[in-house]
């Protein structure tokens, strides 16, 4: 029979090889429901993986993946040091939500304003905003032991109705008739987070995501803290004996998990989406979270799973377009690929032994 | 193909600007991006309608493709951009969020076309539209204020935008028109498609009295609450509902975005569109009344008739005054009619009308 | 503002209906994080019930055999959860996750040729007797099947839970799995059944509402009602009596909020609309901070994944 046994330490070959195997075996299950659809099978995984890279608008839609993954890595990295810790912020969505309205208020408020300082103090804001937002569910952890992952998730749904508000009240343009929705930041320069270098996609919050893989990555290898985060994580008693402070702990990664979300939904809100408007948030929050696990909570995997997702997003679309896949089989597809990528991870970890059954 | 590559990248330099030559040949290509599931029964579902009468009237000498359920913001404008690249003469953008999405894309595609649905931004590529249903809604008010016993209207509302408040205002109107006792309740329900909170809302209602429910929400599920209750009857939203015909759905109004969306593929083809903007009702066939059911008395259904007549033909406009503002405030005077201009960015309800507009 | 126009004993009886759906599926996910798994799947397990029960109700015109469907095509579905994260010891956070992002896309699939159908109507009880009483017959025992048919399910995990060997085992497996494993209870098939259990009753909560409550099938119809089932079983405190206080609690509010709404209470709608939420945080605090109460029962092992490693 099959056993697993683990191994001493992750597999450094397996961990490399099980991304690339579980795409394979994507490929593979997601052409055979293509095909059921009646579609190309071949052609669809084509246009879902290599156009959107290589194909013949590469020179668009490789930027756009930029766009596309800068949110996600820069929430799933702050939701990673809370996840290695054993603290569950689920609710990034609604941090997401508050930074951009606090920080979009911010550049609301002073319109027209030409000054420089403008957009960073809408930066800080929005950073302060997520993060005051990831306290409520810290502070009523700490004083009052209640369940993080329920109180932040509540918040998300509390959050969407403060934008819906928001977007049809205080904020809403006074220009724009009377339809519910704020001014666009792409018509207010001193508010709005343009491209670096136009046509690469590359914006701030695309840059913060890299110097947030960066940060991430240091505190994790060299920082007591992330010794601290690695020890709670693995056991929160004998890191108590340690000397870790969980209270401590719990606002730390709350706090940088929502602040994170928060910059993440002001970069979004002034750059590419440009508007707040009763739905602006596009459950970033909640896609960051599995890319965050693909990425194996470590800060380069997020790195290149926020990529990959983004591919399929984009390549989704182009397969919508192209071949008429219904949108309902593009996220059975990432279904798929996640549960396959998830799958595959035990090879990483465990040794797969066959011997024969044991007489008993 | 190795030349198409090189002159799309040049394209690049220059906006993208030369990327729509590449596509446009023998066939016209139209492309539809939905903020819904072409299966939602209601908005979504009827502009696909209108895909598909562009594909039946023109057959082989059209492509028409989709993409759905594409969130407003950063996605719709890549999956614009997308469209574009690939070569599309025409590009409808199916909701009033794209506004700005399709604003930017049609700058870097001066040669495709844009039609943007309920938006007021336009450009010399992009032309908006948009239905007067608020004119279907004046025939619906009236047959809701013939048919209730209770004097109590149940009125689901979506979003506190000029839209549903005109639709309400319309129904309200028209309703009192024919039983000054008439009474409106409005429940706010902020989605225009989650068909459990909407049977909560209808269910709600009626069980406040209502015996008339009319929806601005995208489902079906507020007719099957009636069909519950019994004695309670609604009208379909969107689409026909035909399948509640034997139940309450008593008539309906449908977008048919179908003619208008030939005669602009026509336009295109033709080299004749140019941008404008479109604002079409009863007359014009892009809103229309759906079949009134038996339950409707005779005389009632000549009376929604009439009036759907007089709306279709110009002679009578739904907002004439004498009208005062909720506030007791005077709107229109005697005989005036509402201008364009503050139809569209209607923000008040109408005297009578109880309550106040979220926002 | 009229509070009379509010007919209470109508808002209690839409109460138990509304709250129904969430109340099913709160339920089977108390049993599976009793069993120390978090699955947080439930939306996607309740779309795909939803669906599969409405197909079937549909073409065999009895929503008896609907609901069959649906509890099994909740099962299947959670059991690709089950595989991965129980055998192949993937996280289930993230695997939950991913459930729901694959169980939206399928049921979408799957209903492609439902759309704009009405399925047949499930019969309502009128329990003899009972349903006379004045004002309670109206409340208690004047609904579909369903409604009581959760109740007695709340009953029946109770007992089993409280006084059974079988509910004492899959309490220790999730309490602490390596003493279970050790006194030589099969952790994994045991975990197995319970998360199949807990998509069972996702998918009857998920046809719940597209054959009783709403009734139709349009995609994404659940619109939420799995997260808020999640947030009802830490509200609970993992104890099964306290599932239906939640999931009336809730549904209550929210059926609350729209008859206040509609008798022209002078709140601003968006604070109505999130008050169910806001309540459901306040009781939860006010629970978490009763010490004798605390350590939340939640189960010991919850969410961590096991490996016999002999």
């Known amino acids: ?52 890279l290589f194909g013949e608008f590469a020179y668009y839609f490789a930027p756009q993946l930029l766009v596309k993954a800068g949110p996600l890595i820069l929430i799933a990295i702050g939701l990673s040091l809370g996840f290695r810790a054993g603290i569950w912020n689920i609710g990034a969505e609604g941090q997401y939500i508050i930074g951009a309205l606090v920080g979009g208020g911010v550049g609301l408020a002073v319109y027209p304003s030409d000054s420089p300082f403008l957009f960073p103090l809408m930066v800080i804001a929005g950073g302060l905003g997520g993060f005051a937002w990831a306290m409520i569910p810290a502070l009523l952890r700490t004083a009052f032991r209640t369940n993080e992952i329920l109180v932040s998730l509540l918040l998300v749904y509390v959050a969407e109705n403060i934008m819906a508000s928001m977007a049809l009240g205080l904020m809403r343009n006074p220009d724009g008739a009377g339809f519910p929705g704020s001014r666009n930041f792409k018509d207010y320069p001193a508010a709005f987070n343009d491209e670096l270098v136009t046509g690469v996609g590359m914006h701030w919050g695309v840059l913060a995501a890299f110097i947030a893989v960066i940060f991430a990555y240091i505190l994790l290898q060299r920082h007591m803290l992330g010794f601290q985060i690695k020890l709670t994580g693995q056991s929160p008693r004998a890191a108590v004996f340690g000397g870790v402070r969980p209270a ?14 928060g910059l993440a939904g002001l970069f979004e809100v002034t750059g590419p989406s440009g508007q707040i408007t009763t739905d602006f948030n596009q459950g970033y929050g909640f896609t960051a979270i599995i890319v965050a696990f693909l990425g194996r909570l470590h800060p380069v995997g997020i790195l290149l799973a926020g990529l990959l997702m983004a591919l399929t997003y984009i390549g989704g679309d182009a397969a919508q377009l192209n071949l008429g896949l219904p949108s309902s089989a593009i996220q ?29 | 193909m190795k030349l198409k590559t090189i002159l799309t990248g040049a394209a690049l330099a220059v906006g993208l600007a030369g990327a729509a030559f590449a596509g446009s040949h023998g066939k016209t290509k139209v492309g539809f991006v939905y903020v819904g599931p072409v299966g939602d029964g209601g908005w979504t579902f009827e502009h696909d309608q209108g895909r598909k009468a562009v594909e039946a009237a023109f057959g082989d000498k059209v492509e028409t493709s989709y993409i759905e359920n594409v969130p407003e913001g950063p996605d719709a404008e890549r999956v614009m951009t997308q469209m574009a690249l690939k070569g ?62 209770s004097n109590t209207i149940g009125y689901i509302a979506s979003f506190p935008i000029p839209e549903v408040v005109r639709g309400i205002n319309s129904a309200y109107l028209h309703a009192k028109k024919v039983n000054p006792d008439v009474d409106f309740k409005v429940v706010w329900v902020f989605t225009w498609f989650d068909p459990a909170k909407e049977a909560d809302a209808a269910k709600v209602l009626i069980e406040q009295g209502a015996d008339v429910i009319l929806q601005h929400t ?89 009036l759907e007549a007089s709306i279709a033909s110009g002679e009578y406009k739904p907002f004439t005054g004498p009208i005062k503002k909720q506030d007791g405030s005077d709107w229109l005077a005697e005989g005036e009619t509402a201008d364009d201009g503050t139809l569209a960015g209607m923000d008040f309800y109408v005297e009578g009308l109880t309550g106040d507009i979220p926002n | ?132 009483i004045p004002y309670l017959g109206q409340i208690l025992f004047r609904h579909d099947p369903l ?81 808020i089932a999640l947030a009802i079983v830490v509200f609970a405190s993992w104890k099964p009596g306290r599932v239906i206080l939640g999931a009336y609690l809730f549904g209550g509010v929210t059926v609350l909020q729209l008859n206040l709404q509609a008798a022209g209470l002078a709140i601003p709608v968006e604070y109505l609309s999130m008050s169910p939420y806001l309540i459901t945080i306040l009781v939860l605090v006010i629970m978490s901070a009763d010490r004798s109460r605390a350590a939340l029962n939640a189960p010991g092992c919850l969410g961590r994944s096991f490996h016999a490693s002999s």
């Open chain 1, 1 to 52: 029979m099959i056993r697993l046994e683990k191994r001493p330490s992750p597999s450094r070959f397996w961990t490399m090889l099980t991304p690339v195997l579980a795409v394979v075996l994507t490929m593979i299950a997601g052409g055979l429901m293509f095909a059921i659809l009646g579609k190309p099978p071949v052609e669809a995984i084509r246009t879902i993986f290599w156009d959107p």
């Open chain 1, 248 to 261: 401590r702990l719990v606002i730390f990664c709350l706090g940088i998990s929502g602040m994170l979300a």
């Open chain 1, 332 to 360: 059975a597809f990432q279904g798929m690929l996640l549960f396959f990528l998830l799958g595959v991870d035990i090879l990483s970890n465990f040794r797969i032994r066959f011997r024969k059954r044991e007489v008993v």
């Open chain 2, 88 to 149: 599309a003469d025409l590009i409808f953008t199916t909701s009033f969020g794209y506004m700005d999405a399709t604003i930017n894309v049609a700058k870097k595609f001066p040669n495709v076309k844009f039609e943007h649905a309920t938006g007021y931004k336009r450009a010399d590529n992009v032309g908006t539209y948009s239905a007067r249903f608020y004119e279907g809604r004046a025939v619906q008010g009236l047959i809701a204020g013939r048919m209730t016993k």
């Open chain 2, 218 to 306: 995208d489902s079906t599920a507020p007719l099957a609450a009636a069909a519950e209750a019994g004695n309670v009857i609604g009208f379909g939203q969107a689409s026909d509902m035909a399948e509640y015909a034997d139940g309450p759905r008593v008539s309906s109004i449908i977008d048919n975005w179908a003619p208008y969306y030939v005669a602009r593929t026509k336009a295109v083809m033709d080299g004749t569109w140019t941008s404008d903007d479109t604002w079409d009702g009863i007359g014009a066939g892009m809103v229309k009344i759906g079949k009134m059911t038996d339950k409707i008395p005779a005389d009632v259904q000549a009376e929604a008739l009439a």
């Open chain 3, 1 to 132: 503002m009229d509070l009379s126009a509010i007919n209470w004993l109508l808002l209690l009886a839409s109460l138990m209906v509304a709250s129904t759906p969430i109340l099913l599926a709160a339920l089977g996910e108390l049993v599976v994080e009793k069993a120390g798994v978090l699955n947080l799947g439930v939306e996607g397990m309740m779309i795909t019930g939803a669906i599969c029960g409405f197909a079937i109700a549909v073409e065999t015109q009895s929503p008896v055999m609907g609901f069959f469907a649906a509890a099994l095509g909740g099962a299947v579905l959670s059991l690709i959860f089950g595989i991965l994260t129980q055998v192949l010891l993937s996280n289930q956070v993230a695997t939950g996750l991913a459930l729901t992002l694959f169980g939206l896309g399928l049921s979408s699939l799957l209903g492609q040729g439902y759309i704009g159908i009405k399925p047949p109507l499930t019969a309502k009880l009128h329990i003899p007797y009972l349903s006379d």
């Open chain 3, 147 to 227: 409604v009581y048919f959760s109740l007695i399910l709340v009953l029946v995990v109770w007992l089993v839970l409280k006084f059974t060997r079988a509910g004492l085992v899959l309490r220790a497996v999730g309490e602490n799995h390596d003493a279970a494993h050790a006194l030589g209870f099969k952790v994994v098939r045991i975990r197995l059944a319970a998360i199949a259990f807990g998509g069972a009753c996702a998918g009857l909560g998920g046809a719940y509402l597209s054959l009783i409550r709403v009734p139709q099938w349009t995609e994404g119809m659940t619109a939420g009602a799995g997260w």
